[in-house]
């Protein structure tokens, strides 16, 4: 295929592949039936619940060959021209329809990492069909790029919707389903401050109450209550024991779903990942270090050719000083490629220095640089390696590079500034 990430990238372009990673199945999946059924698109579609960050698109993009930058710009162009064009018939023509096919391709577009133009592209007037759902759509772009973009995110327009929506006879049981768990999430995941926790935690109780009567039977209805249960386990008002039982019966019904489709499958098991990465952190919480370890090896059974899973387990065996077991894992996750290649690389290249090997720990530095060109660490560790090991022309060469990279030499500390600078006077 001329690609470099054969697992990863084939279903970014709409080319299925039964050895990729979940997400990437998913959108092989999705443009093949999107092709035959055209009409798929003016309906209700289901999407894996992981976005991406800009940077993960931005990495696949620079580490990629040049034919998966040709055939990617292709079909982003193509993506956009549809969003556009959905925007336009939406304006001129109110219609569930139309606002349906709006709402599928900034989905889309959102899980591509075009978060601006969904907002660039957002009608200006309020829009009688989907309402809600177009309210969200906007708060989990403005969301999304808050995240990309490092800065704090809070949850005052999500509390807006629930006072303005949940009452309301036209609300479906899982739209307020998705409102009040995405408000309860944010809430926990992303905002600093959090003294409005009890009005937070009225919203979790009135979760809990829709959760009761749903159909076990839907596949839509187990989705969503497989994910609200895990939001309410978010909400540390209601204490450890019944946090857990919420994790717990969020696997349960992970565990259980009934797929009919394809797409309801990966769907399915994109949904366990997401629910078996929870649990691991719980369990690293709990200093339960035993099934935290069983939760992330399944996480990696889950969904075995993508990066997060040996990356997440690394981690896990490096705060256990188990280093070379984080070495394996480090080494398999910078070979699937983004996200966090470059991360991942430089941590396999600190195992190899905790092991004794600093040939290929210096080695693995450099292509922590190579795959990350915005990663300050890998060229720190660098410098101060060839400085201790008194090689100060390779010092002064990293020195003078940190020192002509804005972007590298406004991350440094004052005291490492001042060491790259001793270099340059």
């Not at 592949?17 to 990437?24: A, D, L, R, Y």
């Not at 394809?262 to 719980?282: G, H, R, V, Y």
């Not at 220095?353 to 210096?362: A, F, K, Q, T, V």
Request: net charge negative; proline share 2%.
């Amino acid at each position: 295929m001329n690609y470099r990430y054969t697992y990863l990238s084939p279903g970014y372009l709409g080319k299925y592949c039964e050895s990729g990673t979940i997400n990437s199945q998913y959108y092989g999946v999705f443009f093949d039936l999107l092709a035959n059924n055209p009409n798929l698109i003016n309906q209700i579609i289901v999407l894996p619940q992981r976005i991406p960050r800009r940077d993960f698109f931005r990495e696949l993009y620079e580490l990629e060959t040049d034919r998966y930058r040709s055939d990617f710009n292709l079909i982003v162009k193509k993506l956009l021209d549809n969003h556009q064009r959905a925007f336009h018939d939406l304006t001129k023509n109110d219609t569930w329809e139309n606002s349906r096919r709006y709402l599928n391709w900034s989905c889309v577009l959102m899980r591509y990492g075009y978060f601006k133009d969904i907002l660039n592209n957002f009608p200006a007037k309020n829009i009688s069909s989907c309402t809600l759902e177009m309210c969200l759509l906007k708060e989990l772009t403005k969301t999304q790029i808050l995240l990309s973009d490092g800065n704090n995110v809070v949850v005052d327009d999500y509390l807006y919707l629930v006072e303005k929506f949940l009452t309301r006879q036209e609300t479906t049981v899982r739209e307020k389903i998705f409102l009040l768990n995405q408000t309860i999430v944010n809430f926990y995941r992303h905002q600093q401050d959090k003294s409005i926790s009890k009005t937070i935690h009225h919203l979790s109780d009135a979760l809990l109450k829709l959760l009761a009567p749903l159909d076990a039977n839907n596949f839509m209805n187990i989705l969503y209550s497989s994910v609200a249960y895990r939001g309410l386990a978010m909400d540390f008002e209601y204490g450890t024991a019944v946090r857990f039982s919420f994790l717990n019966k969020a696997e349960q019904l992970a565990r259980t779903i009934h797929c009919k489709t394809t797409a309801e499958q990966i769907i399915a098991k994109d949904n366990l990942f997401t629910c078996i990465q929870s649990l691991s952190k719980w369990y690293v919480q709990q200093q339960d270090s035993s099934k935290a370890e069983e939760y992330l090896t399944e996480l990696i059974s889950i969904d075995p050719f993508d990066a997060t899973g040996f990356s997440e387990l690394g981690f896990f065996y490096f705060n256990l000083n188990r280093i070379e077991a984080a070495a394996d894992c480090f080494e398999k996750a910078m070979q699937l490629g983004p996200p966090g290649s470059g991360m991942n690389a430089y941590y396999y290249a600190k195992c190899l220095e905790r092991l004794g090997d600093e040939y290929h720990s210096i080695k693995y530095l450099y292509e922590a640089t190579k795959l990350d060109t915005c990663g300050v660490s890998a060229w720190l560790d660098l410098l101060f390696c060839f400085i201790k090991k008194k090689q100060i022309d390779k010092a002064s060469d990293i020195a003078h590079h940190l020192y002509e990279s804005l972007t590298l030499f406004e991350q440094l500390e004052d005291e490492e500034k001042a060491t790259v600078r001793s270099f340059i006077e």
